[in-house]
């Protein structure tokens, strides 16, 4: 399935961007951040027999903001971020797609305004530390996960250039495929990878690794992928378009294909969602070819 991310109706509540969605004919959402609303869960879960909706990262939005970190070292910040999970995962059982997917964790605990944008520089926890905390934390959450048939998908982190020169190191994680690969070959079965290829193109331009060969060493675990471009210096969330780099490698037999496409109106969406049909049936059609 093709998604389309809330992503970018930040100020509004889930329910007025499904809605207007709707009006285009866009049925596949995928719920990613927005306004806190009371009622909006209860909505949704009406909604589940007439769309498509699953879960992503911060959704749903908690009533007081808060940066969500699964690495952090900050207990309380840590044990906030857990609950939103099993929250999250609550709803998207409820929803009839129990799939929940989230942003690999960070090294510090910015500000909620800093988020996609340059970070003040700070002292970072130690990697091996951080990390440890992230994979206690993701296999906790695994095993209630398996417990409630869902799946839990890990988003590649992107490093900008700028954000690297702020600390002149890496200061999330999963950004680097070695990284990943290591990482995820401790998970268990119901724990797989979300690439999001326009992380991934920032991150290569940041750290110099090549994205072709970094793709084919992720693919075993990828179970999705969010699909955006930019200039390779910063995630932008621009369209994508017909040269994008990533259609020779996607994998086209996926059920995640989620566009984070943002500042655009409907009418495009509807547009690029055509666009990444077509790419990925043309795709299948050669692929059952070659076989």
Known sequence: MIFISTGGFYSRSAIESVSELLQYGIKEVELSGGKYSETQETELIKLRDKLQLQVHNYFPPPKESFVFNLASADKDLSERSVQHVQSAMRLAV??????????????????????GQRLKKRKLCDRTTALK??????LMLASEAEKLGVTLLIENNVLSATNFSVFNEDPLLLTNPDEIVSFMQDMPDNVRLLLDVAHLKVSANTLGFNLIDAHAQMEPWIQGYHLSDNDGLEDSNQVVTEDSW???IINPNLDYYTLEIYRVPCSELVCQYELVKNKLLSKRIISEKVL
């Open 133 to 138: 905390i992230f994979r206690k934390n993701v």
């Open 94 to 115: 409820d929803l009839g797609r129990p799939v929940y997917s989230f942003h690999a964790g960070f090294r510090i605990n910015p500000a909620t305004s800093e988020l």
């Open 246 to 248: 990533f259609w020779d």
